[in-house]
């Protein structure tokens, strides 16, 4: 018997087996109040509601929700019931400026956005035929409670769930089409690997529409765990909430992981969660210091997988072995700073170029409305992840040792380059320039811009960092701006950026972290 | 992307992050050899060479290959070996009669039979275009070692991997057809349920034929799980491998528990694997006093599952719930006696005739040449069980009230042949005991209970009655009890009910009232 592989099978699995259960804690927003603490039986009552609601409204299957949130319960519930009703969530970064927003709601066609309280001023020039305030106000206008929503008509797992923006190395962001087959055994791997079950107490330190979520939204609803909204990361905060929910499980970028640290050196008391909660990190491996520390200072599991959005986005994952737990802590830390091996039915293979190729059913269907990016990405059958990395013969982990040149992480948010560059160029004063990562203690990496001057311009540093945050999101501005009489360029006129990283990376064994 | 999800995706991962791992410990059997402790990079050498022999041999894709064996190393490979080459493997129950296993050969249409030596004369009746005894004589006849064996040409997650005959209620057994995307979601949802890792130790203490060991050759291949072959079930050996190997993980009936009770009660010392060992129970749920037993006399984690040959097998998952975690050990193995949730991914519904019917990607693509029993038991899109259940509301727990056709009508009240059974069995005199139901002019049927005395015990029938009585309303309480030296079983330990009504229902066109 086949049956289609949906996202259903998450949330019917909770409302089935687990009512009763605590489901989606949220926390309040003002000027908005918190969904009511709830159980997935309440989840499943609330996710109907929505559909009935999109109904009502006369938004079609195949039709694209755009959200622009903060994690919220009402994000979540969105994840769900967008999808399974046979309809395309659109999980928006909230921190992107409004002209941002703006492209992405053109090139997704959205037909309806979803703004949290939090971003109604900033989003205010964001629009759709349909436009609400997340929050009391769209439960009387939208929402429509005990309606039986009308039955996704042909569930389909190769049917686009979400679409996810890339910052991408262009200019513009491209949108990532997963399906629910896509998102069906990312969750199941993820689940899978993590070891998660209904004792579990997971806590969104991952913003969902990062991936939605990595899939653990999901993921989680499916075992029955209760999932704890974080709005915003902060260190004491997180702390505060382990020890209040007893979390066993976290996601996050190494800037997460950072932020805690801190909070944790000035903590009052044991540490909470210690020998019982374990953490996920991506976006690029922290130095491995941070991981001893993890494990040292936190007493907290520390385990590093490594993906794409492209990729739902699980495709490796690094626990210490079981050989290796007799290491010296140091030695385990450096293990632990790799990728990983793949997750159960990824294939990996590095091309004679150095890229990483993955091969899987967690690999994006395509780029939306982009068929050539698309046949670019997937050339061959193998997707290209554009990372740079080598796989150790012995145990089957992979290292990513070099980053697509373009692209930089800094606090788990990827940032292309090559948009940074374009705004910057794009003031008068500025005649050439060339934008890097550089290594940083909390973010990972931080953003450099390699700046010469326009003849007789006298632009300074605080002058390209207001430039840049008036026109892109704020983590997307260079933290320093250093003057060139020139940069440095190939015969064929091309800037190496690898070159310029050099100096700033020396006695590092790679150049990303 | 869309990739196949076939069983290649568990022996690929374990290969390629586990290949100097411990894969698969054999056992010695006599007169052959046992295959040498391998790593699982060992295992895929020994796969790919058993596929160049068939290749070599001129066995086609699609051909069945049968296998006739205790738990050995070589039928765990077989079970990766044929299917992964686009074949269909066969795993026949060793103990059935010469006969019998002519019935499924022929059925099957296998082309190849493979037979333990321990079987060699027992079979020697069981023929096909070829034949072999497996041990070292294969690995100079028939394994092709350093030679690429032809890829399948098609690789299809709908195509059949494996046929498994049931051993059935009816007089001919069924050929039930999984699929490799049957096994691959049942590896991944049990892998997932039961919260396995590469740390654990995985002792076979289930027969690998039956519905290829549940999957756990697979998921624990693909895990990277060590794999300790056990070739027969003796308690105080088990314990003795659970010390030895440091055994983690078991699947079996309730007699495999039963007999490691037994052990245990004569066990000198420590019982190896308190707090460390879970065990996986299905077949039917055994009386709560052994559930109870097996938690405080072995300190190991008791989890119930149920499923069918028919659903790769499994269905439904119970391990004891966080909020349970408190509750007194008695009412604590009452509740992980029933049957439990749904797994990710099946939807379970009660017909009104009370029967359990499910809907999930494990349920069987069909049974071999049977067009009509296949419509039969898929039909609605359905998969009809068999088996009368409920589900409570409540926490979403499917108990099976009874096998169909174990059902008692006496006087209009439906009764349990289990719920009976399991009183009877809490009464210390108890070794053994099947209840059925037996024809009365009064009552159209009444209770009957065929008991096995404990070794010692002098219980007599007005005992059994009374302790009956006592512990159920009165109907349920057997109107008479015989004493038996043993009660027979299948080769898979069922008891089949249908023989022991038979001579009290000779001479009537059906077997109940």
């Known amino acids: 018997m086949r049956v289609p592989m949906t996202i259903a099978d998450f949330l019917d699995r909770a409302e089935f087996g687990f009512a009763n259960s605590p489901g989606v804690i949220d926390e309040p927003v003002q000027p908005a109040t918190p969904v009511p603490t709830s159980t997935y039986g309440r989840l499943g009552e609330r996710v109907r509601a929505w559909q009935a609601g999109f109904d009502a409204l006369g938004v079609g299957e195949g039709e694209r929700v755009a959200v622009v949130s903060q994690n919220s319960a009402r994000l979540l519930e969105l994840l769900f019931a967008v999808p399974m009703s046979g309809r395309i969530a659109v999980p928006v970064n909230f921190r992107l400026r409004s002209e941002e927003i703006e492209y992405v709601m053109r090139q997704s066609g959205a037909s309806v956005v979803l703004v949290d309280p939090e971003v109604e001023q900033a989003t205010a020039g964001v629009t759709a035929k349909h436009r609400f305030v997340l929050g009391e106000r769209t439960e009387t206008e939208l929402m429509r409670f005990g309606v039986e929503p009308r039955p996704w008509s042909n569930p389909d797992e190769d049917a686009t769930a ?42 969104h330190t991952l913003p969902m529409f990062h991936c939605n979520g990595w899939g653990m939204p999901y993921v989680m609803a499916g075992l029955g765990v209760k999932q704890v909204v974080l709005r915003k990361v902060d260190g004491a905060e997180i702390l505060r909430r382990v020890d209040e929910h007893g979390v066993t499980l976290m996601c996050g970028a190494p800037a997460v992981w950072n932020a805690v640290l801190d909070a944790a050196a000035g903590w009052d008391g044991a540490i909470p969660g210690r020998d ?12 491995s210091r941070t991981i001893q520390r993890v494990e040292e200072e936190l007493g907290w599991e520390f385990t590093q997988i490594y993906g794409l959005t492209e990729t739902s986005p699980v495709l490796t ?9 007799a290491l010296p802590a140091e030695e385990r830390a450096r293990k632990l700073s790799r990728a990983g091996v793949p997750a159960l039915g990824v294939r990996l293979r590095v091309a004679d170029s150095g890229e990483v190729l993955a091969r899987s059913n967690v690999v994006l269907d395509g780029y939306w409305e982009k068929p050539e990016e698309t046949a670019a990405v997937l050339e061959d059958g193998w997707f290209h992840t554009g990372d740079g990395g080598s796989i150790d013969a012995a145990d089957g982990h992979l290292t990513i040792s070099d980053r697509k040149k373009d692209v930089i992480i800094t606090g788990g948010e990827n940032v292309s380059s090559i948009e940074v560059e374009d705004t910057i160029f794009s003031h008068p004063g500025v005649a050439e320039v060339a934008v890097i990562g550089v290594p940083d203690t909390k973010w990972g990496e931080t953003i450099k811009a390699l700046v010469v001057r326009a003849p007789g311009a ?3 540093e605080a002058e390209i960092i207001a430039h840049c945050k008036a026109h892109m999101a704020g983590y997307k501005a260079p933290t320093s701006v250093e003057f060139r009489d020139a940069i440095p360029r190939t015969a064929t006129g091309k800037i190496q950026k690898f070159k310029l990283r050099e100096p700033y990376w020396e006695g590092r064994d790679r150049e990303v972290n």
Do not use: M
């Open 162 to 203: 979400t679409i996810n923006y890339t910052s991408g190395t262009t200019a513009r962001p491209k949108g990532v089409q997963l399906t629910h087959r896509n998102i069906w055994v990312n969750g199941l791997t993820f689940g899978l690997h993590t070891r998660a079950w209904e004792r579990d107490v997971y806590l």
């Open 276 to 287: 019982r909660v374990r953490i996920v990190c991506a976006g690029a491996p922290p130095p």
């Open 317 to 325: 994952f690094n626990r210490t072995r079981p050989e290796d737990a």
């Open 458 to 460: 006298e632009v300074d």
